[in-house]
């Protein structure tokens, strides 16, 4: 798929139907299927944005920026999809992903193609899903003992990150209903807090209300 246009999204997205259709999987098993297959080519491409100490974990954790590095050609004119991550842990990550064309499948695919690109294990859990009626898809990435160690040790710090910009995000819907977790801190700083992501060893991730910038964000407490 070429999003400067020259290949429509119907003739691509026929493409990937027609290959589950003959194959009798379904078209997400196949996205999947595709994602592994590119993650490796994808790796490649990106050649010295990527670090030589970076493992999957950390292509994972930075694959926003390295995305939008990569699609700086002033002919694309479709929005790359957006990858909100949050390093837990050494061996964990969360990723909010969002996209119109709800890609999930490949975005599956793309990380356990990255983990075997780097001969490693990674479990990955979804936790939320477009296609289930979620503004986003959430996803927990932990990388197996078995794996090898993360090269990188996440910041010791608190942060905020922000998800795409959506009416459905800013409108009724998961994202806005009451919180049903009375630990759950009503507000930080400036921002109220709608309701817990996730959580993991070393800290909590937050889903809470930017009122300034008119969207909603992730926040991480250590």
């Known amino acids: ?28 098993q196949t996205q999947a299927r595709f994602g592994g297959w590119v993650a490796s080519h994808l790796i ?11 493992g999957t974990l950390e292509i994972l954790e930075h694959a926003d920026d390295l995305i939008r590095s990569l699609a700086r050609d002033e002919r694309i004119s479709e ?3 957006v990858h909100e991550a949050v390093r837990i842990s050494p061996t964990e990550l969360h990723l909010v992903y969002y996209s119109q064309r709800k890609l ?10 990255v983990a075997a690109h780097f001969g490693e294990t990674i479990q990955v859990d979804e936790t939320a899903c477009m296609h289930r009626g979620a ?9 197996s003992a078995n794996g090898g160690a993360s090269r990188i040790v ?20 998961p994202a806005d209903e009451p919180r049903d977790d009375d630990s759950i801190p009503s507000q930080i700083g400036p921002y109220p807090v709608l309701c817990a992501l996730a959580h993991g060893t070393m800290g909590q991730v937050l889903l809470a209300r ?9 926040i991480k407490i250590m």
């Open 135 to 143: 503004p986003f898809c959430s996803f927990v990435i932990r990388q």
């Open 1 to 28: 798929y070429l999003p400067d246009g020259s290949c429509p999204e119907s003739v691509a997205t026929g493409l990937l139907e027609a290959v589950a259709l003959a194959n009798g999987e379904p078209v997400e």
């Open 210 to 218: 930017d009122d300034q910038r008119g969207r909603p964000g992730a």
């Open 44 to 54: 490649r491409v990106a050649g010295g944005l990527v670090e030589g100490s970076w």
């Open 154 to 173: 996440p910041s010791q710090k608190t942060a905020v990150t922000h998800q795409p910009t959506s009416d459905h995000l800013l409108g009724e819907g």
């Open 104 to 113: 999930c499948g490949v975005a599956k695919g793309i990380m356990h193609g």
């Open 79 to 81: 929005a790359p999809p």
